[in-house]
């Protein structure tokens, strides 16, 4: 059976169990016994199919010292380590028994001994395992009888780690009245799944019931890995925190979870053979799986396989000319389709013509002229590819004409159109693999193209506007509005997109500022980077599209979601964030306005690091404030040193990284709260740090503690931040110590000082000022009647106080905070 888990975070995972035993569904006898003889027994009943219900009951309530066991058959546990047991039964109140009050009891017991095999039947009594005491919700009376009502009380325990193979059951009477009606026995899974092209295996939860299980996925068919895939197994059968994922082989696409392409052309033919050509034909693949947009032939003379010739065609014919004579070529054909290129051919080989000799003693004069005149052919390809390669008309260098002989020319309806080239054939030469396609690993400042046109058309794909639907605004951008809406491209289904649009009347600067982003964006390929789609730039509007992320913004989900996640779900969110960061430092590109509000999660919680801009980057961010220099820096989350000397590096990126742990961890709350930012500079340059958030991890909050090193090279590098969060992970044990109350405080202050040093005049006042006035009267009552008291305050004490709700608990805890904050900075020296 299993459960799809309700919840308003669209959270949708499977929840598998799977029955170890279900007495509702057992047809013959249940072999269960019991002792003695004439305490528990069975009560033949047969359901509307006649099937039997197997209810056991009990029902000694006037007899003193009553000790009946009912004792289950051999359970096996089929590996697992922790099973479940949901028990089903009636119970009467004893209140409505008259007589009968003084020996009735209202609870039973459970139990279980664990053995290898059917053998632990005979053991005693005394050797099985208290499971608990179970009690009923509620029990039945005279009058429920009467109206044949009989509430039904569903109880699960829990019992683990199990060591051996199976296990038996006991229930113990002590003389209560009960109907057994029955017994549901499992363990949980966590099912199999295909996530980021990688296959994770039926797994078996863990023994502990807090425990994570490291699950490393499989990659499907014609995928490899890209960073090795791994998820998380919670005890409740829940599949959390992916890590990693597979790509497609080189001509596969990502299709449904799969890498589909077409298959490889299986029968190639020769046509006319020259002296210097070769004409080939052949046969569309067996199994095309879509339209063939073009075919790849490949060839290269025998022995000669590091420098190759690719032609593409549109036919299924082709001749390859400019051939040595008398040689032979080996040829390879692929196609291509939508779902990108599938296999190669087996190697198919023939000789172009010999040239003949006209007579003995002139034999050696045709090859001489031959090999002249091919060596002079192949010098001219040879320089003629170099002076394609490096002398440019509009000097936009190496790249530009990498992109002429990579991208083929073909224009389709709803697709991308990449740069012209001959309509129907292109040949592209290669020599040892000089010619590199993809696999561009460092990140390209657009600002090094002279027109940042051809930038964005290096890396992003024009879409036609025809592929959009717009279907509403979800926001505002600095350039216009921000829309969602569905992409579908030719070959492709269609897909949920973000669409960020620039507002009619731009000017030159704002167009190339805006395309800008999708320049830097589609340089990146990564689980947690906001993915492009592509750009439209030939018509109006111009847009960027990305990928749709169904909770926007972090910042303000995590607000809207406060407090409804578990650590691990956090800690997940965090570990996707500094992955994305990894990557992008990795490449070389310093991202400058790191925040929470940058960040945008979808709706299996996954977070992309988005937000990339050129010179506008600090500009659209309504955090930025203009520095004493010029600068526009989003202070709160910015290191020191590049507040102070414009010093952004992967190491100032850490220390935004650290603000965004304590936003997540904090649920989204207002780093420095309500400081200026001159004082958030003052009390950070003079070594205060922000506190940890309520409940949040010792460990989590000393990361956060290294990533504030003033000292940039202390800091932690972005590999060693994921390294550390997936050992947490791994282990989530460690992540129940918590920063205890009373240091959270002092972590920020460095010197502790009475609070109430004026702001306000009294207690009331204060608890007024932040609508907590309803616990004036518990404060007064318990000591806390001035500021100066109320200072030593810790959440232990606020609890003990029967100030309960979390909201109210964080209301008051931060308010004295900021309070502190404030007086700490009232002493900093100007
Ligand atoms: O918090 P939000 O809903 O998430 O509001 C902002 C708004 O657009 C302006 O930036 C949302 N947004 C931006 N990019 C995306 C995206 N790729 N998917 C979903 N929402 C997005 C953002």
């Given at each position: 059976m299993f459960v799809i888990r309700p919840s308003s975070l669209t959270v949708f995972f499977l929840l598998f169990s799977v029955n170890l035993l279900d007495s509702r569904t057992?047809?013959?006898?249940?072999g269960w016994i019991a002792y003695p003889k004439n305490g528990w027994e069975e009560i033949g009943e047969v359901d509307e199919n006649y099937a039997p219900i197997h209810t056991y009951q009990v029902c000694k309530v006037m007899e003193q010292n009553q000790n009946n066991w009912l004792l289950t058959s051999w359970i096996s546990n089929e590996g697992a380590s922790r099973i479940f047991i949901e028990l089903k039964f009636t119970l009467r109140d004893c209140n409505s028994l008259p007589g009968g009050l003084g020996t009735c009891k209202e609870t039973f017991n459970m139990y279980y001994f664990e053995s290898d095999d059917e053998d632990g039947r005979n053991i005693k009594e005394n050797q099985y395992i208290k499971i608990d005491t179970i009690a009923a919700d509620e029990s039945f009376t005279e009058l429920d009888l009467g109206d044949r009502v009989m509430k039904l009380n569903t109880e699960v325990r829990d019992v683990g780690p199990l060591t051996k193979k199976g296990f038996y059951l006991a229930f113990q009477d002590v003389g209560a009245c009960i109907a057994l009606v029955s017994v549901r026995v499992y363990y949980k899974k966590c099912p199999s799944v295909i996530r980021n092209l990688a296959r994770f295996p039926d797994t078996i939860t863990g023994a502990d019931s807090s425990q994570l299980l490291e699950v490393s996925g499989v990659c499907v068919n014609h995928s490899v890995t890209d960073e090795a895939p791994k998820m998380h197994c919670s005890a409740e059968g829940e599949w959390l925190v992916p890590i990693g994922k597979c790509l497609c082989k080189a001509g596969y696409e990502e299709k449904n979870n799969t890498c589909q392409a077409p298959s490889p052309v299986s029968s190639v033919k020769k046509g006319k053979i020259t002296k210097n050509s070769i004409s080939l034909s052949w046969q569309e693949p067996d199994r095309p799986n879509g339209i063939i947009l073009e075919y790849e032939i490949k060839y290269f003379e025998k022995d000669q396989e590091m420098s190759y010739t690719i032609i593409k065609s549109k036919e299924t014919t082709i001749t390859a000319d400019g051939l040595k004579p008398g040689s032979a070529y080996v040829f390879q054909i692929r196609a291509r389709t939508a779902a990108g290129y599938g296999g190669f051919s087996r190697r198919f080989e023939f000789e172009t013509s010999p040239v003949l000799a006209a007579s003995s003693d002139q034999s050696q004069i045709p090859i001489i002229v031959v090999s002249v005149t091919v060596g002079v052919i192949l010098l001219a390809v040879v320089i003629g590819f170099l002076l394609s390669g490096s002398c440019c008309d509009h000097g936009c260098g190496w790249a530009s004409s990498l992109r002429a002989v990579a991208y083929p020319s073909l224009t389709w309806r709803c697709g991308y159109s990449k740069a012209k080239q001959d309509p129907e054939e292109e040949k592209m030469h290669f020599h040892n693999g000089h010619i590199k396609l993809p696999g561009v690993r460092t990140y390209i400042d657009p600002h090094t193209y002279e027109d940042p046109n051809q930038a964005v058309h290096e890396f992003a794909k024009e879409i036609e506007a025809s592929c959009i639907t717009i279907e509403r605004v979800i926001g505002a951008g600095e350039f216009g509005e921000v829309c969602s809406g569905r992409l579908k491209l030719q070959g492709k289904r269609e897909l949920p997109v973000a669409i960020k649009t620039l507002k009619v009347g731009y000017t030159e600067k704002q167009r190339r500022d805006f395309l800008g982003e999708a320049s830097i964006m589609g340089q990146f390929d990564h689980p947690n980077i906001i993915h492009l789609e592509g750009v439209v730039t030939k018509s109006k509007p111009v847009m960027i599209v990305t990928e749709y992320m169904e909770n926007g913004s972090l910042d303000t989900f995590l607000k809207k979601n406060d407090g409804q996640f578990t650590v691990i779900q956090l800690v997940g969110m965090l570990r996707g964030i500094a992955s994305g960061m990894k990557y992008l430092s990795d490449m070389g590109y310093v991202h400058r306005d790191l925040a929470a509000r940058n960040i945008l999660i979808n709706s299996n919680l996954v977070c992309k690091v988005s937000d990339f801009g050129l010179s506008r980057v600090l500009e659209d961010d309504p955090e930025a404030a203009y520095t004493t220099r010029g600068g526009k820096i989003p202070i709160r989350w910015t290191a020191p040193e590049a507040i102070a000397f414009r010093k952004f590096t992967s190491a100032s990126d850490v220390w935004s990284y650290g603000i965004v742990m304590w936003e997540v961890m904090s649920y989204g709350e207002r780093p420095y709260w309500e400081m200026t930012n001159q004082d958030v500079i003052k009390a950070v340059e003079e070594g205060y740090r922000l506190p940890s958030p309520m409940d949040c991890p010792a460990a989590l909050y000393q990361l956060m503690l290294d990533c504030w090193q003033k000292d940039r090279n202390s800091r932690p590098k972005f590999d060693e931040i994921v390294s550390m969060l997936d050992k947490l992970i791994r282990n989530p044990s460690s992540l129940k110590t918590l920063v205890n109350a009373s240091s959270r405080v002092s972590n920020l202050l460095v010197e502790h000082s009475p609070v109430g040093s004026g702001a306000y005049r009294s207690v009331g006042e204060w608890l007024e000022a932040i609508k907590m006035g309803r616990y004036t009267e518990i404060f007064m009552e318990n000591g806390y009647s001035s500021m100066d008291a109320v200072a030593q305050v810790t959440l232990e004490d606020l609890r003990r106080l029967g100030v309960t709700l979390v909201g109210h608990q964080k209301k008051i805890m931060n308010s004295l905070q900021e309070m502190k904050v404030q007086l700490v900075n009232g002493m900093v020296p100007l």
């Open positions: 057992v047809m013959g006898d249940l």
